[in-house]
């Protein structure tokens, strides 16, 4: 999207290439050889009949634009949001800021305008055999909101407030300890949204230990 039309077919020859040498490791990504050949085909093509023939370029590219770019994308993001995200998450304890970048990288255009803000609160509920329930909060839980790029950690209080959101409706994903919760929002224009999100396990506690006491005595 951001390259310039003279350097298209060089960046499209070099993802093939790339594919091409991690074809097996590509194969559960759903990457075919096929799928690569196509992009070949495709930069050819560009190569061949819109960079050299301005005409037939103006007359195509609204089927291009129209047609084949929303799909191309769509097909993208269902690899990113199915495959590459889950596997990124795994990272999130050692490394959040290479997680966070990683997400902003992946989000392609605009979302509109940004006018709201999303204060999130993470728990851990535990049930337990006693009369209430514990409720600790979760440090370095990762909060995504689909669509935007916008992610982040909560602090040692539970608590992440991600500012510039865009105002519309969209989906949160809060994961932790390899769990995740997805939550649907709609942000409204200059309205803070907040958002709970509780974890919840079984936790029993513990019978007390009774000592028993043995005592010796004469017979």
């Known amino acids: 999207m951001r390259e310039r039309d003279t350097k298209i077919k060089g960046a499209a020859d070099l993802i093939a290439e790339t594919a091409e040498t991690l074809a097996v490791a590509l194969v559960p990504f759903g990457i075919t050889a096929a799928m690569v050949d196509a992009?070949?085909?495709?930069?050819?093509?560009?190569?061949?009949?819109?960079?050299?023939?301005p005409e037939t370029a103006i007359k195509n590219r609204k089927t291009i634009t129209e047609k084949t770019l929303?799909?191309?994308f769509l097909d993208a993001?269902?690899?990113?949001?199915?495959?590459?995200l889950k596997l990124v998450v795994q990272f999130n304890a050692v490394n959040p800021d290479f997680v966070s970048k990683f997400i902003?990288?992946?989000?392609?255009?605009?979302?509109?305008a940004r006018h709201t803000r999303l204060s999130?609160?993470?728990?851990?509920?535990l049930e337990s055999d006693a009369v209430e329930r514990i409720i600790k909060p979760i440090e370095n839980a990762l909060v995504v909101i689909e669509d935007t790029g916008l992610s982040?950690?909560?602090?040692?209080?539970?608590?992440?407030?991600?500012?510039?959101?865009?105002?519309?409706a969209t989906t949160v994903k809060v994961t932790y300890n390899n769990t995740t919760v997805e939550k649907k929002v709609k942000f409204e224009r200059g309205k803070a949204t907040r958002l709970t999100v509780d974890f919840e396990e079984v936790f029993v506690?513990?019978?007390?230990?009774?000592?028993?006491k043995v005592v010796v005595g004469k017979l």
């Open 77 to 84: 993001d269902t690899i990113l949001k199915d495959q590459l």
């Open 104 to 112: 902003y990288a992946t989000f392609i255009g605009t979302a509109g």
């Open 152 to 168: 982040g950690n909560t602090n040692e209080k539970g608590k992440l407030t991600i500012t510039k959101v865009p105002e519309k």
């Open 70 to 72: 929303p799909q191309l």
């Open 120 to 125: 999130v609160l993470v728990n851990q509920v």
């Open 205 to 212: 506690v513990p019978e007390a230990k009774v000592e028993e």
């Open 39 to 53: 992009l070949k085909a495709l930069a050819e093509d560009y190569q061949r009949n819109f960079l050299s023939k």
